[in-house]
């Protein structure tokens, strides 16, 4: 068996040769960026797939958080969630706003409905929830408790590629979606987000302030960035989509082996998904509890000494960082489940190309530490 390490996720790639032709239409046209004709195939070939209106492809997901933020005006506070990946606060702070962190469910470690409307006060604005791991947010309840209070509503939605629920696409709720293209991520395109419109007009102001706030030549309306995608990033989206249900497919399979391997260990909890969801099985979240022979940084010690490059996803919470936590929301006694979570979870390693092999590997050093 190879002694290479065995990394919490690995890009899925098509074989090289089918990614030549792209390359050659982007040599022949000397388009590179700009809203390229690739770019265009991808953003309708991604609404369709998605099942969503209109779609604006970007750089990476940070900027479209950004964008975002700027597209809606968004001033003030801004409630959240402290146990994600730091770009999702970083985005706040990049645009002048304050975070409002309050604590998880702790069935999906989503953004806890029931803690939204104590922390809402004359200066919030919106709320920007994650759907954490893939798992939908209770989307229905935090959609009421924005239209009671009239606030904005911008999920981070960088796990949620392709998630469904009995209404469709996750993306569709809030005002904005946005999506992470990471080379980590279900679909990724080397680099890359998006973000996920409601209407024509908000996608075209998006267009524009990811392009500097240019509307035309002479004419900038609002102090944009650059955050297009280019033809190459673009190309590869086209290819990758055509792949894409058959590497969900395989990560389903891998989520089905591990559950049935792991489910029955004492000490050892799984998240179980929405029961109306379609899942994107981005992730593959355990929980070392009491009952476990080891702590969570036991198990996470075995595994490294072993090659299996798990991660603590999310360890620390964003709200101990030094930029957050002097802010009130971020006190450790606010955030009991979410600081929990942090000190048990270990994402083990899921992504199509994981060899069976390897998966049993990696079971059986958890099952022979219980």
């Known amino acids: ?38 770019h265009q195939q991808l953003e309708q070939a991604l609404c369709e797939h998605l099942g969503v209106k209109h779609i604006s492809l970007f750089t990476n997901a940070t900027i479209a958080l950004i964008t975002a933020l700027q597209a809606l005006r968004i001033t003030g506070e801004v409630i959240t969630t402290p146990y994600s990946f730091v ?25 806890d409905p029931d803690c939204i409307e104590a922390a ?15 798992h939908p947010c209770d989307v229905e309840r935090i959609e009421r408790i924005a239209d009671t209070y009239g606030l904005k509503v911008i999920y981070d ?41 409601p209407d024509a007009k908000t996608k075209q102001r998006i267009d524009h302030l990811k392009n500097f706030g240019f509307v035309d030549e ?35 399979a891998i989520d089905a082996r591990y559950r049935a391997a792991l ?19 981005a992730y593959f979240p355990i929980l070392v509890q009491p009952g476990f022979a080891l702590n969570r940084d036991g198990l996470f010690a075995r595994l490294r000494e072993h090659g299996i490059m798990a991660r603590r996803y999310f360890y620390p919470l ?13 006190a ?8 929990q979570a942090a000190q048990q979870v270990i994402c083990l390693p899921i992504y199509p190309d994981l060899p069976v092999e390897q998966q049993e590997r990696i079971i059986e050093l958890i099952v022979s530490a219980a």
């Not at 304050?98 to 069935?107: A, G, L, Q, T």
């Not at 309306?221 to 497919?249: R, V, Y």
Request: proline letters at 8%; aromatic letters at 10%.
């Open 318 to 330: 964003i709200s101990d960082f030094p930029m957050y936590r002097g802010l009130p929301s971020a």
């Open 120 to 134: 809402i006060t004359p200066h919030t604005t919106a709320i920007m929830p994650v759907h954490c791991y893939g």
């Open 157 to 197: 939605a960088a796990h949620a590629f392709g998630v469904r629920n009995a209404r469709g696409s996750i993306l569709n709720y809030g005002d904005l979606s946005v999506l992470s293209f990471h080379a980590t991520k279900v679909f990724n395109t080397f680099e890359g987000g998006a973000i996920i419109c």
């Open 1 to 38: 068996m190879s002694n290479k390490p065995i990394y919490v996720t690995q890009p899925a790639l098509p074989p090289l040769e089918e990614f030549i032709p792209y390359l050659e239409q982007i040599w022949d046209s000397k388009v590179l960026t700009n809203g390229g004709p690739f």
């Open 332 to 339: 450790p006694a606010l955030l009991p489940t979410a600081r």
């Open 87 to 111: 770009a999702t606060a970083h985005s706040l702070l990049w645009t002048g706003v304050k975070p409002v962190f309050i604590d998880v469910d702790p069935r999906n470690f989503n953004l």
């Open 218 to 252: 002479v004419t900038v309306i609002a102090p944009g960035i650059n955050g297009k995608m280019s033809e190459f990033n673009a190309a590869l989206g086209l290819l990758q989509l055509k792949d894409i249900d058959n590497a969900i497919a395989r990560r389903q």
């Open 263 to 281: 489910g029955g260990i004492t000490g050892i909890g799984l998240l179980s998904g929405s029961d109306d969801a379609v899942a994107n099985y």
